[in-house]
Nanobody, 115 residues
Framework: VHVVESGGGLVQPGGSLRLSCVASGFTFRRYDMSWYRQAPGKERELVATITSAGGSTNYADSVKGRFTISRDNAENTVFLQMNSLKPEDTAVYYC?????????WGQGTQVAVSS
């Protein structure tokens, strides 16, 4: 199983980034996919989730209206479009796959929002 995030980097406040997560080694289309983040000294928190068929999404209150999660089951990829970024969005962002008792994590990608 491989879950690999990309797209992180340094961006100014108000800017945008698009994270990607490519998965392999499991039946991607059957898994709910989520993005989590962990800031220094803080617990890992759920940012956004999209169901296996992409029919439903959920977001943390702190990112509603600014972030959008989407997926391409043909490409085994989930995305997180992040707009209007704030310094408090600075964290390592992790991709997570879950289905019943099985779950997989990526290694994370760093996002830093600073002027």
């Amino acid at each position: 199983v491989h879950v690999v995030e990309s797209g992180g980097g340094l961006v100014q406040p108000g800017g945008s980034l698009r994270l990607s997560c490519v998965a392999s080694g499991f039946t991607f289309r059957r898994y709910d996919m989520s993005w989590y983040r962990q800031a220094p000294g803080k617990e890992r928190e759920l940012v956004a989730t999209i169901t296996s068929a992409g029919g439903s999404t959920n977001y943390a209150d702190s990112v509603k209206g600014r972030f959008t999660i989407s997926r391409d089951n043909a490409e085994n990829t989930v995305f997180l479009q992040m707009n209007s970024l704030k310094p408090e969005d600075t964290a390592v962002y992790y991709c997570h796959a879950r289905r019943f008792y099985a779950d997989y994590w990526g290694q994370g990608t760093q996002v830093a929002v600073s002027s």
